[in-house]
């Protein structure tokens, strides 16, 4: 996939909406403490406030300001996406290319032993690890990533064992060009679909599991989190008989809608989807 043809594809219906949406949350992360004058653990009004001028989404049960928990969840979300995609993309393509062009008794040491990451049921493990773990963003990072760099190598590897018997490559070992050359110039260019296939899919899983784990009560609760404003609300006994779930729990959960949405809409785009 050339350059040119990401551009056009994201220049599509589902490219730019997916684009818009992402690009408003990144603008709210990292404008965050402008867009608030409250930190997200700051006690600073009564419980249960409604919207009002002062809160716009009111407070919770212990009076922090909501609106500054979901702005600053935000930061939480996309900052795990981007290390665990990156992590994950980076593992993956190592370990899948260079599997896939040594070839022979290296190659399949390694796909065995990546052959057993992948019988390892993914979410009983994570949930195992995140509660014996203390609880750290960082560990929830780094289990989502050890967790997930094995599929990449393994489509990686398949796609790096086609090219590596590919005209454009042989012709350029005749031509006396080395391994690292050949890597660099003819097989780490035609991976760049999977290699974006990668870092979305990986996003995607890795926003839902941390917003999952921290409704769970397994996130850090040193980090603002739309999982953890879920979980305090759902646990709040009134939430559903008055007017605060609309302002306490729906924000939260159209947040991680929106993200996750973002992130398949420029998949989709980058695939050629109208």
């Given at each position: 996939m050339h350059e040119i043809t990401v551009v056009q594809r994201l220049k599509s219906p589902k490219g730019i909406s997916g684009l818009a949406i992402l690009c408003s949350f990144i603008f709210i992360a990292i404008a965050a403490p402008f867009l608030t004058s409250y930190s997200p653990d700051d006690i600073s009004s009564r419980p249960l406030l409604e919207p009002n001028s002062e809160?716009?989404?009111?407070?919770?049960?212990?009076?922090?300001?909501?609106?500054?928990n979901l702005l600053y969840g935000a930061r939480t979300s996309l900052a795990v996406a981007l290390i665990v995609s990156s992590g994950v993309l980076i593992i993956g393509t190592l370990a899948g290319v260079?599997?896939?062009?040594?070839?022979?008794?290296?190659?399949?040491?390694m796909m065995r032993g990546v052959d057993i990451f992948l019988m390892i049921p993914d979410l009983p493990l994570i949930l195992i690890l995140a509660a014996y773990l203390r609880p750290s963003l960082w560990n929830i990072i780094f289990i989502l990533i050890v967790m997930g760099w094995p599929v990449g190598a393994r489509i990686t590897r398949a796609q790096t064992r086609t090219l590596r018997v590919s005209g454009h490559v042989d012709f350029a070992r005749i031509s006396g060009a080395g391994n690292w050359y050949v890597i660099k110039r003819h097989i780490v260019p035609d991976l760049y679909p999977?290699?974006?296939?990668?870092?979305?899919?990986?996003?995607?899983?890795?926003?839902?599991?941390?917003?999952?784990?921290?409704f769970l009560g397994l996130g850090d609760p040193s980090y603002p989190?739309?999982?953890?404003?879920?979980?305090?609300?759902?646990?709040?006994?009134?939430?559903?008989?008055?007017?605060?779930?609309?302002?306490?729990?729906?924000?939260?959960?159209?947040?991680?809608?929106?993200?996750?949405?973002?992130?398949?809409?420029?998949?989709?785009?980058l695939e050629g989807d109208k």
């Amino acid at each position: 996939m050339h350059e040119i043809t990401v551009v056009q594809r994201l220049k599509s219906p589902k490219g730019i909406s997916g684009l818009a949406i992402l690009c408003s949350f990144i603008f709210i992360a990292i404008a965050a403490p402008f867009l608030t004058s409250y930190s997200p653990d700051d006690i600073s009004s009564r419980p249960l406030l409604e919207p009002n001028s002062e809160h716009l989404l009111g407070t919770d049960d212990v009076g922090r300001d909501i609106f500054s928990n979901l702005l600053y969840g935000a930061r939480t979300s996309l900052a795990v996406a981007l290390i665990v995609s990156s992590g994950v993309l980076i593992i993956g393509t190592l370990a899948g290319v260079f599997s896939g062009y040594t070839g022979g008794n290296l190659d399949r040491v390694m796909m065995r032993g990546v052959d057993i990451f992948l019988m390892i049921p993914d979410l009983p493990l994570i949930l195992i690890l995140a509660a014996y773990l203390r609880p750290s963003l960082w560990n929830i990072i780094f289990i989502l990533i050890v967790m997930g760099w094995p599929v990449g190598a393994r489509i990686t590897r398949a796609q790096t064992r086609t090219l590596r018997v590919s005209g454009h490559v042989d012709f350029a070992r005749i031509s006396g060009a080395g391994n690292w050359y050949v890597i660099k110039r003819h097989i780490v260019p035609d991976l760049y679909p999977i290699m974006i296939t990668t870092i979305v899919m990986q996003s995607i899983r890795a926003i839902l599991s941390e917003s999952g784990l921290a409704f769970l009560g397994l996130g850090d609760p040193s980090y603002p989190s739309w999982g953890t404003m879920i979980k305090y609300a759902i646990s709040y006994p009134l939430v559903f008989f008055t007017d605060a779930w609309m302002w306490w729990l729906m924000p939260a959960g159209v947040c991680i809608t929106l993200l996750v949405l973002s992130f398949v809409l420029v998949g989709q785009a980058l695939e050629g989807d109208k």
